[in-house]
């Protein structure tokens, strides 16, 4: 490990300007982006700022920040005391990792990479399929959409995805709740009843 701690400070030492090199993320850590958390900071700006409030876009930032680790917080709680979290430890993973790119105010569309690495394997299809849905959403262009329409489009859709994937399971439509592998793998119990 030291020669690694060597090798990496020799390699960015030519670069060390001081505390003035952390000064680019100062200085874009106030910015939004077009996720879910940005365009809510965005919306917040402009209202505020209708008030004439000085600071207005510093304030919204800390408003979206500090709902952003609210949510994130009761999202841990809420699986930390489920049931299900030792029995399906990857499921929670993947729950927090969806929350985490609902409430990140600093939205990049890789960011869904792990979260649709995390849900492939899940036996919940509903998660799978809302994530499978985001990921597409936030790939198509919206030139010209303002904020809140693109927000609307690229969060709604999968939103209700799920919400009706969650109603088909409910109901029994054909939902399978084995992963998408080891459907592949199972045998076809209506030929084994036929034979047997």
Same mark, same amino acid.
């Given at each position: 490990?030291?020669?690694?701690?060597?090798?990496?400070?020799? =390699?960015?030492?030519?670069?060390? %300007?001081?505390?003035? #090199?952390?000064?680019?993320?100062?200085?874009?850590?106030?910015?939004?982006?077009?996720?879910?958390?940005? =365009? /809510?900071?965005?919306?917040? #700006?402009?209202?505020?700022?209708?008030?004439?409030?000085?600071?207005s876009?510093?304030?919204?930032?800390?408003? /979206?920040?500090?709902?952003?680790? =609210? &949510?994130?917080? =009761?999202?841990?709680?809420?699986?930390?005391?489920?049931?299900?979290?030792?029995?399906?430890?990857?499921?929670?993973?993947?729950?927090?990792?969806? &929350?985490?790119?609902?409430? #990140?105010?600093?939205?990049?569309?890789?960011? &869904?990479?792990?979260?649709?690495?995390?849900?492939i394997?899940?036996g919940?299809?509903?998660? *799978?399929?809302?994530?499978?849905?985001?990921?597409?959403?936030?790939?198509?262009p919206?030139?010209?959409?303002?904020?809140?329409? %693109?927000?609307a489009?690229?969060?709604?859709?999968?939103?209700?995805?799920?919400?009706?994937? *969650?109603?088909?399971?409910? %109901?029994?439509?054909?939902l399978s709740?084995?992963?998408?592998?080891?459907?592949?793998?199972?045998?076809?119990?209506?030929?084994?009843?036929?034979?047997?």
């Amino acid at each position: 490990m030291g020669i690694g701690v060597v090798m990496a400070t020799s =390699t960015y030492l030519p670069y060390w %300007r001081g505390a003035s #090199t952390f000064g680019g993320l100062l200085r874009i850590g106030g910015s939004t982006s077009t996720g879910l958390a940005g =365009t /809510v900071q965005s919306g917040l #700006t402009v209202l505020l700022g209708s008030f004439g409030l000085a600071g207005s876009e510093h304030a919204a930032s800390m408003v /979206v920040r500090l709902l952003a680790l =609210t &949510v994130l917080a =009761t999202a841990v709680c809420l699986l930390a005391r489920s049931r299900r979290i030792g029995a399906e430890p990857w499921r929670a993973a993947a729950v927090l990792f969806c &929350v985490f790119l609902l409430v #990140t105010p600093w939205f990049l569309p890789w960011y &869904v990479v792990g979260a649709v690495a995390l849900v492939i394997p899940l036996g919940d299809d509903a998660i *799978r399929r809302a994530v499978l849905t985001f990921s597409g959403a936030t790939l198509i262009p919206a030139p010209g959409l303002g904020g809140a329409i %693109r927000s609307a489009l690229r969060y709604g859709i999968p939103a209700l995805v799920f919400g009706r994937s *969650r109603r088909r399971a409910r %109901r029994g439509d054909g939902l399978s709740a084995a992963p998408p592998l080891a459907r592949l793998g199972a045998p076809d119990d209506r030929r084994h009843g036929e034979q047997g």
